[in-house]
């Protein structure tokens, strides 16, 4: 996996929060994101990092609100439906 200034964009979503996403530039895959609604802390897409991770405990689960409902809730995971 190979990270450069040319893989990182800004976007605007609503509501005009500016968020900031890191992609692989060779494959392509989404690696993290950061935005003001996160403050300091940069979220990671572990899934698209499932070796690296594998060993780890899932400790929680934010926006559950919006899990798909083919996903049920990890297991002493604590469960937030907002940060």
């Known amino acids: ?4 200034k040319q893989s990182i964009c800004d976007i605007r979503s609503l509501p005009f929060i500016q968020v900031t996403r890191t992609f692989c530039t060779v494959c392509g895959s989404s690696i993290s994101h950061k935005s003001a609604a996160f403050g300091d802390a ?6 698209n ?6 060993d780890l405990k899932v400790s929680a689960e934010f926006f559950t609100k ?7 809730p990890i297991s002493g995971a604590l469960q937030k439906e907002t940060m």
């Open 66 to 72: 919006n899990r798909w409902s083919a996903f049920g």
């Open 1 to 4: 996996m190979y990270v450069d």
């Open 42 to 47: 940069t979220a990671v897409q572990t899934g």
């Open 49 to 54: 990092l499932h070796h690296y991770f594998k």
